[in-house]
């Protein structure tokens, strides 16, 4: 059985970094795609970034590009997101997803449904 779970969330002051992780395991082949999304408070789940097996294709969304920095270690089935010059309003909840098939467009690797397992989330505050 497939289980999702993140770890690195925390409390972070504004203009700082963070570095979420997030394992996969129950799998022996690699995922076809990890991404990242989050939900802040009274709002939708927004896409972040994504990435393919071997890191082939790799999708930003907008609120996080040039900030944000996604790397996978497709052998451990394992994702982390490097979020830099964090703002107030990357406050939220960051989940991890994995699809088990590899996304060919960020139309499909942005799309919360397309993913076929979650993790509970790891919360992130940005504080001033």
């Known amino acids: 059985q497939v289980q999702v779970v993140e770890s690195g969330g925390g409390s972070v002051q504004a203009g700082g970094s963070l570095r979420l992780s997030c394992v996969a395991s129950g799998r022996t082949r690699s995922f076809g795609t990890m991404g990242w999304f989050r939900q802040a408070p009274g709002k939708e789940r927004e896409f972040v970034a994504a990435?393919?097996?071997?890191?082939?294709?790799?999708w930003y969304g907008d609120s996080v590009k040039g900030r944000a920095a996604i790397s996978k270690d497709d052998a451990k089935n394992t994702a982390y997101l490097q979020l830099d010059d964090l703002k107030l309003e990357d406050t939220a909840v960051y989940y991890c997803a994995a699809r088990l098939i590899v996304a060919v467009a960020q139309a499909v690797a942005a799309t919360a449904a397309s993913y076929d397992y979650w993790g509970p989330g790891t919360r992130v505050t940005v504080s001033s």
């Open positions: 990435s393919t097996r071997n890191g082939i294709n790799v």
